[in-house]
């Protein structure tokens, strides 16, 4: 047998085998089919460096080596290459993704921030574990439900200046407390600015047992006794300290409670307080022991740290004065609040007002000498109370009115009565409507009274103001075109008739009043003359530029086919103006250069070519802008429309000539010859300028005389 | 003065009126006849339709309606003139640009070159129908008022308006002049001797003035006479038409209804007397239009009820 094995033959064993040296239980299998795991020798050549991915990655020396940049996590070959920018107009450079510092990290780094975060609350809870918060945790229960945090305010009051120990409020000024080992001479003077004092807080303490209200006895005693042994444990862990102070705080140490005689209270039980005096005998009570100077006469007589606040307001006496003399002085003044100031001046603490009431001295009132009476005498018992009558009810049990008890007063009778009795009885249902008081005295109705009266020129000038008033223009337009035939109302004459006085009235050419309805009030009078006058503004025709716009028809004839139906409406009369002269001359049958007038027309060339004839002289000279030519265009015809056509027959022949002419023609000169058409200048046709291109009068014409250039340009002596 | 040739002739006392010629249902408010030889009427009536009767009475009694269009050439109410071609009855041209309806239309120029349409918006309206221009020629506005009535006359080249307003206007294309006269009461007719030396103008006070178109002095006025026994020229409200009649030598016209019934008139132009007077029914209320037919000699009345007499 041979006894040296081949290194194959090893190999192959070890390979097989995978682990030689697991004698129970099933080896694991290999890390590496590749590897031996038993530790023998592999020789160099053999040996081989992977990564974790099984590639080969021989760095060099250590895991980075030299070219470890390159291979592990920079770009280039040559290490870090610098990033390039290259951004162009049509080729925006896209915006850099924002790099996280996970982008720069490799695999290790990675992990090993894997391995750094841990699983944690955001805040710690007080209730377990830590006891690093020991200064807040002393409520117990509640500290497990709330974390330990600072709350809100906590934060708001440290950004305000304020830090933990301190009270809440300005600054005080104060001397130093240096403590009771300090010294009591030197410096002691110096004051500085100090935060004030933290207040305790008031803590309710439910109460649990059946005890007295304000008894204390055992508590006092538990609290003596039994709690105070394990007063340390119990400061350090309130948790099983059996009450729930609101406050998280330590409570406070109650300052001066005197620690009462009780029974097994010795010297051992010396809570460590150097007030207490363990050798008092006796059930302790609350006076001083000793005159002039008790236990705190230490503290006393060392000056009261003057409270000196920063308020100059708050900055009161600092003086000391006793227990006994306050208490004499009854004012309690100086007793501090508990926010550690003074109360507000002019205040005093409720606590004093009990020793106000005690030690005040009272005086009495003066002693009523003997014999006195007083000079009035007390009718207080004749008087029968139950047969009080208030004043109104007195007056409400009176029959008398105004007058009789004027009467019975023997007063001259008043003129003025109520105004209810000169009221109609419309007029007092017409306030009774509007106040809804049904209660109204009855309206009587009555006349003025005699002297009173209003005179008749008086009352027909009220009646005039109630005529509403009406332009006087506007009546007579509504007045005009009443006469020509239309007129509102038509189918009630009577207010037709009424209408049309009215319409006089505001016209101006009748004076009276206006007509009324028989048997209608005077209100309905006045709404119907308002009904008149808004019918008048309505109905009155169209003035000025409008009117002038347009025409009326209505005196049209009718044609043949419209006769039918329109027949009958017998208004249409035409309004009466005053006549033109022409129209007065044709109305007389006077026909002739009276009525005729010649105007200026102005063929347009395509019409008179189209009538085959040479354009009129004035259409030739001017063809393009003729004055006055009416336009062809269709839409402003009706802005020449009834200016034109005025101008004509109007001028033609004054009123004078008219005159003249119509005295003529009855008969003294019964021709008019003097008039004929040449005779009425203005309206004929200008004669058209005759424009001559070949000559120019301003130059062609005579040189002037000699005299005339003298006249102008002086004498010919100035030039010799 | 105007020559005017003086003719015994009076009108036919016997009218060959037409049975059937009751053709249309409306008032006929414009009658013509035919250029031709007048064989044919031409009526416009209320109720838009042009008819086209024979009028010259031949071997039947019943008159042939050649053609009955819709409205040709007067479409009231409607602001606008519709030329007709007669024989095709399609619509040749169509005007629009009056804001009322219109009241008149004449054709004029040189070969009918010309539309001439007058209308209550106060304004007279040139067309021409020689282009496919949609606006006028030229707008007449010196009306203050509807303008009823047009006459062209061709031999002095002017046209003649008369209007509501109690004018009668002539413009003279020619010398480029308009003569104003001034009647001062509406004018319902107005017509021009053929010489275009005289004016023929109807006005709603009853009368029939014949005016000197030289100077506008009055030459003859007719109506007015209190006839008394029988009919009597009336003209107050309705729009009836005056023409002349036998070559300038008549006056006729049409007349309202009077005491004794609506008759048609005719008068001597120089004599102003009433040569006669020919009643046309009971039941007419007026005639509103006639018609003279030189050529032959006959006349037509336009009555309101509808119905076109024509006499011989």
Known sequence: MALKRTRAALEADLQAEQSPYAFYGTPLPPLDDDVRDDGSFVPIWKQEVRDEHGSKRLHGAFTGGFSAGYFNSVGSKEGWTPSTFVSSRQNRAKKAEQKRPEDFMDAND??????????????????????????????????????????????????????????????????????????PGGDAEETYLFAPENPPMVAFIRKTDRKGLGFEGESRLESHNALQPTRDV??????????????????????????????????????????????????????????????????????????????????????????????????????????????????????????????????????????????????SEKRDQSKYVSTADAAKASTLNPTSRAALLGEDQLPGKSIFDYMTPEAREKIVKLTGNANLPPALGEKAPKGYELPESQKRKDLWDLVPKLDKQIAAQALARAVSGWMPYQEDEKKRARYQTFLQISAGTR????????????????????????AAEVFKPMSGVMASRFTSSSTAPKIVSDAPDSAESGLSRPA????????????????????????????????????????????????????????????????????????????????????????????????????????????????????????????????????????IFGSDDEDE | MVGIQYLDTVPAQNPLQHPSANISPGPVNAVTFSSSGGTYVLTGSSDRAIHLSRAVPNNTNSPTVVETTTPIQKYEAHGYSVLRHRQQGTTTRRWTGHNSRVEAVQFAGDGDSVVVTGSA????????????????????????????TLHMHMGTYSIASGSYDGHARIYDVRMGKTTVDVLAHPVTSVRCSSDGNALLASTLDGYIRLLDRMDGKLLNAFGGEKGGKGHSYRNSELRVRSVFAMGDAVVLSGSEEGTAGAAAFAWDVVKGEVIAAVPVGEKVKAVSCVAWNEGVGDWAAGCSDGAVRVYG
């Open chain 1, 110 to 183: 990675l992990r090993e921030q894997e391995e750094s975060r841990q699983l944690q609350t955001a805040d710690e809870f007080a209730g377990f574990g830590s006891t690093e918060l020991d200064a807040t945790r002393r409520a117990g229960l509640m500290d497990i439900l709330k974390t330990g945090g600072e709350t809100m305010g906590v934060k708001l009051l440290k950004k305000m200046g304020w830090s933990e120990g301190q009270g809440i409020g300005p600054k005080v000024r104060r001397k130093a407390n240096l403590g009771e080992s300090s010294a």
């Open chain 1, 234 to 379: 119990d400061e350090s862990d309130s948790f099983f300290g059996g009450r729930l102070a609101i406050q998280g705080k330590a409570q406070p140490p109650k300052p001066k409670e005197s620690r009462r005689g009780g029974l097994g209270v010795g010297p051992l039980n010396d809570t460590g307080s150097d007030d207490e005096d363990p050798y008092s005998l006796g059930p302790q009570i609350s006076y001083n022991k000793t005159i002039g100077g008790d236990k705190k006469k230490k503290k006393k007589l060392k000056p009261e740290p003057t409270i000196a606040s920063a308020n100059p307001l708050l900055n009161s006496k600092p003086v000391f004065i006793s227990k006994k003399v306050a208490a004499a002085r009854g004012a309690g003044g100086f007793r501090k609040c508990r926010d550690g100031r003074l109360p507000l001046d002019g205040f005093i603490l409720a606590d004093g007002i009990m020793g106000l009431s005690i030690s005040e001295k009272k005086y009495d009132p003066p002693v009523i000498p003997e014999g006195w009476k007083p000079a009035k005498e007390i009718l």
């Open chain 1, 511 to 534: 004076s009276t009043l206006p007509e009324r309805v028989e048997g209608s009030s005077t209100d309905e009078w006045v709404i119907e003359m308002q009904e008149f006058s808004r």
């Open chain 1, 576 to 711: 009466e103006k005053p006549d033109d002269p022409a129209v007065a001359a044709a109305k007389i049958g006077m026909f002739g250069p009276m009525t005729r007038s010649t105007i200026s027309f102005y063929p347009s060339r395509l019409l008179c070519k189209r009538f085959n004839v040479k354009p009129p002289e004035n259409v030739q000279l001017d063809p393009g802008e003729r004055p006055g030519a009416p336009s062809t265009e269709p839409g402003t015809r009706f802005q020449s429309a009834g200016f034109q056509a005025e101008t004509g027959p109007k001028q033609l022949v004054s009123q004078d000539v008219m005159n003249q002419l119509l005295i003529d023609s009855l008969g003294y000169l019964p021709t008019a010859d003097g008039l004929d058409p040449s005779a009425s200048g203005p309206v004929n046709a200008p004669p058209p300028v005759v424009v001559e291109p070949e000559r120019n009068d301003a130059l062609e014409a005579e040189r002037p005389g000699d005299a005339v250039f003298k006249a």
């Open chain 2, 121 to 148: 918006d106060t304004t007279i309206n040139i067309w021409d129908t020689r282009s496919s221009s949609y606006k006028p020629i030229q707008t007449l506005t010196e009306a203050t008022d509807t303008v009823s």
